[in-house]
């Protein structure tokens, strides 16, 4: 019946219960949307680590991630990757040659990282062949074939069928070069990626620096989902015990950072917003038990203990911060899931997007982890926004109360 | 034994510049089954003396019993059980719940202690029915009259079966009409149930109607008369 009663109560004034109810709503609303959004931010962002820069699990020389030395090098790479597809959860894997080296055209030069692929492997890896804007991605066709990003094919002042000279170290320790046809460029959207990486075919890379082409620096691993990471990456370390094996978390820390910190960002945020709603529900039943003194005064006067009238007070204030948040929280699901499928086009601030390393159609993206933890803060929120007007409930002396 | 048992009673408050004394040296007994008005002008001490017996207030000296129980000097959660259990209020301003119906107005204090659910409608009903309510018992305050709401008033103090009923001025808020009504059932209900009453009131129908008039001035019982 205490329930019921303090139910009911919340309905005696509704214009003030809709109005903090209302602003309940739009504060868990924000607070989940912005959370979801930032979560698809997030999210888009490791999959383009995983999907175009990165890949799942790589595996290298040791040493070689922290030198990048050519010495360095996987000398069966094709038995090395033969091995690897047949562990479970693999569902990709690619060699690469990794050079870092310098790119000149006819007006400039910069220092580039020069990633040799073998095309039809890689695609399976990595979806860089999605991004081309220009031209066509790497093929069988043509020698000396060199795929580049937007970002540098403006820094070198290129563009299609141009020819850049690219200058590496071969397995004599002699510096050679060898000129390339620019015949695809890529945009990702990541612009200090598309800056700084070069892709050619495994092949003519070898030819160049005098590889067998059997030897690779890194043979990169895409997986089935990016939960089996930690369970396949121990059975690529266990099949080859000599070599690095490193997930995408530790070859790219940043990108582990960055979930977190947006979590704990988000989470902050949310407590903010809480903070904030709960100054307003604590004003408002204090406005409550102003009003309702006589009666309080009469419920004790008749028997009613302090946990009882503590308890009501209490469920009040929780009722009225949870109907607030459920109506948030649901509907910022609802919208997060329409959302979810049809983007949010932040066509303005692409560039500035781009530049972050982010992409400017975000997907928002909820847990339902995430849902259930805002539930609990909704709730902890409503329990101890209840405390001080509670409190002052149980401090009236019901002999004057019931005067008032 | 007395029901009601009021020793060398003492209420002294802090005055801006001197001490107040609201009740100053008071003793009665009140008998089951009495039917007492206690009146006096504003100021005299009656409502203090009605929130003391009623376990609403401590006294600064004295003692009270109910039923041989001195309940000054219990702690507030012993003082609000005990009040619960034994003490059936009454209030000047009605004080009925808003959001509940009669029956649940009536039926609260039954839930308060924790009595099931097929005693709690029964009571209610008999209660209801007992004060010409029977028919208006889904209604809620706000569509009922002063009377009506004020004979809910006295059915949810009866629902408790208490020891006696403490009533603070009851029909100060009653026309003429209302007054009467209420004071027929109250009267009833003592006649045939022997429900102690205790009324505070400057109403001279509810003195009229009284048993037993007690009459306090300046915190001092100056009379007290059996009719």
């Not at chain 1, 790589?58 to 069966?76: C, K, M, W, Y």
């Not at chain 2, 040296?25 to 006096?40: L, Q, S, Y």
Request: aromatic share 8%; proline share 3%.
């Amino acid at each position: 019946m205490i329930s019921s009663f303090a139910w009911r109560n919340l309905w005696r004034n509704k214009l003030r219960s809709i109005v903090i109810i209302t602003a309940v709503t739009l504060g868990i609303f924000a607070g989940i949307f912005l959370m979801a959004f930032m979560n698809g931010m997030v999210n888009d962002r490791i999959q383009t680590i995983i999907g175009t820069e990165i890949s799942h699990i790589q595996i290298h020389r040791p040493g070689f991630v922290e030198s990048d030395l050519f010495t360095l090098r996987i000398a069966n790479a094709d038995s090395v990757v033969d091995v690897v597809k047949s562990i479970p959860n693999v569902s990709a894997a690619s060699k690469r040659i990794v050079i870092n080296s310098m790119a000149a055209s006819a007006e400039t030069g910069t220092g580039v990282k020069i990633t040799g692929v073998d095309p039809e492997s890689e695609k399976k890896v990595t979806r860089l062949y999605t991004k081309i804007i220009e031209g066509k991605y790497l093929d069988g066709t043509g020698k000396n074939s060199i795929v580049i990003g937007e970002t540098l094919a403006k820094k070198l002042k290129v563009g299609l069928k141009y020819k850049i000279i690219i200058t590496v170290q071969d397995v004599n320790n002699n510096i050679t070069g060898g000129a390339f046809r620019v015949v695809g460029i890529y945009r990702t959207d990541n612009n200090m990626f598309d800056g700084a990486n070069i892709y050619v075919r495994n092949s003519d890379i070898s030819a160049l620096t005098g590889l067998d082409g059997k030897e690779a620096h890194e043979v990169a691993i895409l997986l089935s989902n990016n939960d089996a990471t930690e369970e396949a990456g121990k059975s690529v370390a266990a099949s080859f015990p000599q070599l690095e094996v490193k997930d995408w978390l530790r070859i790219s820390p940043e990108a582990g950072y960055l979930v977190s910190a947006m979590n704990q960002y988000m989470y902050i945020f949310m407590v903010v917003i809480l903070l904030a709603l709960c100054f307003g529900i604590i004003n408002t039943m204090l406005m409550v038990i102003m009003e309702r003194v006589r009666e309080l005064g009469m419920l004790m006067a008749i028997g009613m203990n302090k946990l009882k009238v503590f308890m009501m007070i209490m469920l009040e204030t929780v009722y009225l911060s949870l109907t607030g948040g459920v109506l948030g929280i649901v509907g910022g699901y609802f919208v997060t899931r329409y959302f979810e499928h049809a983007g949010i086009n932040l066509y303005f601030w692409k560039e500035a997007f781009a530049s972050m390393g982010y992409s400017a159609m975000v997907y928002p993206v909820i847990e339902p982890g995430t849902m259930i933890i805002v539930t609990i803060m909704v709730i902890v929120t409503g329990i101890f926004s209840s405390l001080y007007p509670a409190y002052r409930a149980l401090k009236l002396n019901p002999s004057q109360a019931i005067r008032s | 034994m007395s029901i009601i048992e009021i020793k060398d009673l003492h209420k002294v408050y802090d005055g801006k510049s001197l001490p107040v004394y609201a009740v100053n040296g008071i003793d009665i007994k009140i008998e089951a089954g009495e039917f007492t008005a206690v009146v006096g002008p504003s100021g005299s001490g009656k409502t203090t003396l009605l929130n003391i017996v009623g376990g609403l207030d401590e006294p600064t000296e004295g003692e009270v019993f109910i039923d041989g129980v001195k309940i000054t000097g219990l702690s507030g959660r012993e003082k609000t059980d005990f009040r619960m259990k034994n003490i059936g209020f009454v209030f000047q301003a009605y004080n009925l719940i808003p959001v509940f119906t009669a029956k649940e107005n009536v039926e609260f204090i039954l839930h308060l202690q924790g009595k099931p659910k097929a005693e709690r409608e029964k009571r209610t009903k008999e209660l209801l029915e007992a004060v010409g309510l029977g028919d208006r018992m889904d209604s809620r305050p706000n569509k009922l009259s002063g009377g009506q709401q004020q004979r809910v008033a006295v059915a949810r103090a009866l629902a408790s079966k208490p020891k006696f009923i403490l009533a603070d001025e009851p029909t100060a808020n009653l026309d003429s009409k209302s007054t009467d009504n209420l004071l027929e059932i109250m009267e009833k209900l003592n006649r045939e149930e022997n429900i102690t009453f205790l009324f505070s009131t400057h109403d001279q129908r509810v003195v009229s109607k009284a048993r037993r008039v007690i009459t306090i001035q300046d915190g001092v019982v100056v009379s007290d008369i059996r009719k």
